[in-house]
């Protein structure tokens, strides 16, 4: 369905909607702050069109056919065509013409098929809003949410449409995507100026922002292409960063299209200086650029890529973007952060400690209120804290006040209830240790009475912190004051809280952890460390799963580094320890600069920018929806062991799409050559267009089930990144091995079987589509090539090709083509020049790869 623009009367607001009343806003919406009813939201829903900037999720079949005819390629196919029409040759325009269709529905088969997998893969992972429907809230698809829906939000959430906030508390929205702001900005329920700025609109909440703190309650008033967000995206497209394989693609088009037009150009003059008919030299020429350059490239990297996408996911990895697939397989540097990733993840509570270091059944107590009534934000610290509740716990005495939320800054979330018949509130306060103690003045004695905090108590506090860190506990203070009762409670009023003792938790190491790691080791692929707990946590899990512990970097350190030290530092260390969000980002880019292609792992709000930052943005499934979008692929299981499986994936697929890549361009290239400087010696064409355009399409038949070819052990081991250097040297080496035996080919057939041009041309055109059909199965490896087996698909494909190319002088319609029988004599002379290329490719090639490894390309290319 393609969104509308426009809304019924009963829906529109006014057009500065944050400066109305809020009563007013929700009557224009013919909504209340319960929400919409189903059947209201539906019929909305078809007014409206979904929730969504893209006009739709997917390309009709249609257009997808219909974009394959953009291809400068074939636009070239379509000019020689109709130049054949004008000029009379009608035979050769339809020729050139069925060949075109051919072509564009070979290639829009395999395109549009890898869409739609990519479609039902991204559905997996749609991302969901939680609204109030019926008057109850309900977790619905983003695109159903609708002008007039009632939207709960919290930290961890991407706001998905925009609208007015009706109840805020502590309400911190990170803005970047839509103002660029870095910090995030405080929301509150009130109206602003009907002339405020998309940044002075303190009261609305928009599409593409994210929460990093606090919730809110939120009116949607507009929806999919009516936002701010599609506004400015209609008005300034987004375009993403170009991965390393994209800019590899793009820079290897510049070198096929220099080739491409050095031969047209020199080709087509030399033949009009040699007398040959101006249109039929022109045919030849651009037969010859169409016939050099792997048309098909679009459509096999779509359905490589897309086949790997597919095998990932059957291993539990679904790709969001598929050019990552590449870049995942370059990866040598993977950055996560350590629970869930090299631990177990299931946190649980291990002892609730007073501060002389005893079980304190009333730190249990308050430790309990604090997470079960906190609202702000899911964690496992309070999931793990909330499990401890036995049958005996009663908290029906206890009222919830309030609630200061957790935030990045601070790292202490507040909860403040009161207890019937008690006179005071109590506010209870939990988080980082040394954030905990910076809002103390005073520390709970063994007697249970506050006594001010003196510097040895602070030291003692922290000698307790360390050497429980030390044993691998992850550990949490906790505060408490009491105060005269008040409606609302903010920041401000933590101060003067009494250190009450300690919470105690353990996550311990995933078993096979450190077999794992020794296999990334063993890939390439160096894992590092970077976590917000503290040095000494991160050091005992390092040192039981066999990670480098010594060289430690904590944030501290890293705040005070300028940009240039800490790229210079950077790679120096394993661990870090003790970061915050903004410094995972600088620390990602850092060691990008020193030219790593770098993995991040993260699940939570802090790790989106370091997601983004990252060449392969890693997620889980239950990561918080800012970290999901800001990833390039998720994982459906947080276990490094699946995403081992994907870097081998991506190297696979790596690998294929350089087969082909390698393969057509030398083979193309060595033909084109060979076409060039014989259509100079002899006195006719040695393939005329309809010819060399056939010869390109069946050669190109096998290419399609590439990405199902085998991949040989040896090229999953180190990670693998686009070197053109590489291709331009496999390219010249065995294009020139191919033109040695095209000469020896023609050489053939004028000296010795004294062909005429048909069969000069006949000939030549069986021996070049078999020679290139053949040193696909030799090239492919860089093993000998019968001790690496390529897949089914492949081997059949190109066995009933090399069969075809055989019979076809001797079908009907062979004529059409130019085409005539070959006598026994030349095929037998063409199978042993063929054996004969073979055996001597074989030989080249093991020559070519160990003059690679010398240089090191073999390690970053095919």
């Known amino acids: ?29 013919d909504t209340s702050a319960n929400g919409l ?15 969504t900037i893209r006009q739709g999720h997917g390309v009709s079949a249609f257009a997808a056919f219909a974009r394959q005819f953009r291809s400068p390629l074939v636009l070239i196919l379509i000019f020689a065509a109709t130049v054949s029409g004008i000029v009379g040759e009608g035979s050769e325009a339809a020729i050139i013409g069925v060949i075109v269709l051919a072509s564009c529905f070979l290639s829009f088969t395999q395109e549009y098929g890898a869409s739609q997998a990519m479609q039902a893969l991204t559905a997996r992972i749609a991302r969901k809003a939680l609204v109030l429907r019926d008057g109850r809230e309900t977790l619905l698809p983003v695109e159903e949410v609708v002008p007039g829906d009632i939207v709960r939000l919290s930290a961890g959430n991407l706001v998905p449409a925009d609208g007015i906030l009706l109840e805020t508390r502590d309400l911190n929205v990170s803005e970047a995507a839509l103002t660029g702001e870095t910090f995030p900005v405080v929301k509150t329920a009130d109206t602003c100026a009907p002339e405020a700025l998309i940044g002075q609109r303190t009261n609305v909440a928009f599409t593409g922002t994210s929460v990093r703190s606090g919730t809110a309650t939120m009116a ?9 967000f599609a506004t400015i995206a209609a008005t300034i497209a987004h375009v993403a960063p170009e991965t390393d394989f994209a800019r590899g693609i793009r820079r290897f088009g510049y070198l096929m299209t220099e080739i491409m037009l050095v031969i047209v150009i020199l080709v087509f003059f030399a033949n009009l200086l040699l007398h040959r008919p101006a249109v039929d030299s022109l045919l030849f020429s651009l037969a010859l650029a169409v016939g050099l350059t792997p048309e098909l490239l679009p459509a096999i990297i779509s359905v490589t890529l897309a086949r790997g996408a597919r095998a990932m996911a059957a291993n539990g990895f679904i790709v969001r973007r598929l050019d990552a697939i590449e870049n995942l397989g370059s990866m040598d540097l993977l950055c996560t952060d350590k629970t869930g990733t090299l631990t177990e993840g299931v946190i649980h509570l291990d002892a609730c400690l ?40 009663d908290f029906a005495a206890y009222a919830k006040v309030d609630e200061i939320p957790y935030d990045f800054i601070r790292k202490r979330l507040t909860v403040v209830v009161r207890c019937a018949g008690e006179p005071e509130d109590l506010m209870i306060c939990k988080g980082a240790v040394q954030a905990v103690v910076a809002a103390c003045t005073h520390v709970l004695g063994d007697d249970g009475a506050p006594v001010p905090m003196d510097a040895q108590q602070a030291a003692a506090i922290d000698a307790r912190v360390q050497a429980w860190s030390g044993q691998g506990y992850r550990v949490l203070g906790l505060a408490v004051r009491r105060s005269k009762p008040q409606d609302a409670y903010g920041r401000q009023d933590e101060a003067g809280l009494a250190f009450a003792g300690f919470l105690l938790f353990l996550d311990p190491p995933k078993a096979g952890m450190a077999q794992t790691l020794k296999a990334m080791t063993a890939r390439g692929i160096r894992v590092k460390v970077i976590t917000g707990d503290n ?18 970097l904590t944030g501290t350190e890293v705040s005070q580094l300028t940009k240039e030290a800490l790229v210079r530092r950077v790679t120096q260390n394993d661990i870090f320890a003790e970061i915050d969000p903004n410094q995972k980002e600088r620390i990602i880019a ?63 697929t790596f690998a294929n799409t350089m087969k082909y890549i390698s393969i057509t361009t030398s083979a193309n290239f060595g033909n084109m050559i060979s076409m060039a400087f014989a259509s100079l010696a002899l ?18 038949v096998p290419s399609l089930a590439i990405a199902t070819d085998n991949v040989d052990t040896d090229q999953v081991r180190t990670p693998r990144r686009w070197d053109i250097a590489f291709v331009r040297r496999f390219m010249v080496t065995f294009g020139l091995v191919s033109s040695l035996f095209d000469a020896l080919t023609f050489g053939f057939l004028l000296l010795v079987a004294g062909a005429t041009a048909q069969v000069f041309q006949t000939g030549w055109f069986v021996e070049s589509l078999i020679t290139e059909l053949a040193i696909v199965l030799v090239v492919r490896t860089r093993t000998t090539f019968w001790r690496s087996r390529p897949s089914a698909l492949l081997s059949w494909l190109t066995l009933a090709v090399a069969v075809f190319a055989v019979a076809i002088p001797y079908l009907p319609g062979a004529d059409w083509f130019g085409f005539v029988g070959l006598p026994l004599p030349v095929v037998c002379g063409l199978m042993v020049i063929t054996l004969a290329y073979l055996a001597a490719s074989e030989t080249v090639k093991h020559w070519f790869f160990a003059r690679e490894r010398r240089r090191g390309g073999a390690k970053r290319c095919v």
């Open 590 to 652: 850092a060691l990008r600069r020193h030219g790593h292609v770098v993995g991040y792992l993260g699940d939570g709000i802090n790790d989106a920018p370091a997601l983004h930052e990252a060449d392969v943005g890693i997620s889980v499934d239950g990561a918080v929806d800012v970290a999901r979008e800001a990833a390039d692929m998720i994982l459906l299981e947080r276990d490094l062991g699946v995403l081992l499986r994907g870097v081998d994936d991506g190297r696979k």
């Open 535 to 552: 040095r000494y946590v991160a050091a005992h899990l390092a040192e039981t799963i066999g990670l480098p512990h010594r060289r430690i």
């Open 354 to 393: 007073a501060i002389s270091g005893v079980e304190a059944p009333q730190v249990r107590l308050w430790a309990l209120l604090n997470a079960t009534l906190q609202v702000g934000m899911a964690n496992p610290l309070d999931e793990a804290i909330a499990a401890g509740k036995r049958p005996e716990d």
């Open 683 to 700: 006195p006719f064409l040695p393939l005329l267009a309809p010819q060399i355009l056939l010869n390109n399409f069946l050669s190109d």
């Open 37 to 51: 009813s189903s059947e209201a939201a539906k019929v909305r829903l078809n007014d409206v069109g979904a929730n």
């Open 1 to 29: 369905m393609q969104p509308k623009t426009s809304s019924p009367p009963a829906m529109e607001a006014a057009s500065a909607y944050w400066s109305v009343p809020v009563d007013t806003l929700l009557a224009s919406l």
């Open 220 to 228: 949607v008033v507009k929806t999919g292409g009516t936002t701010e």
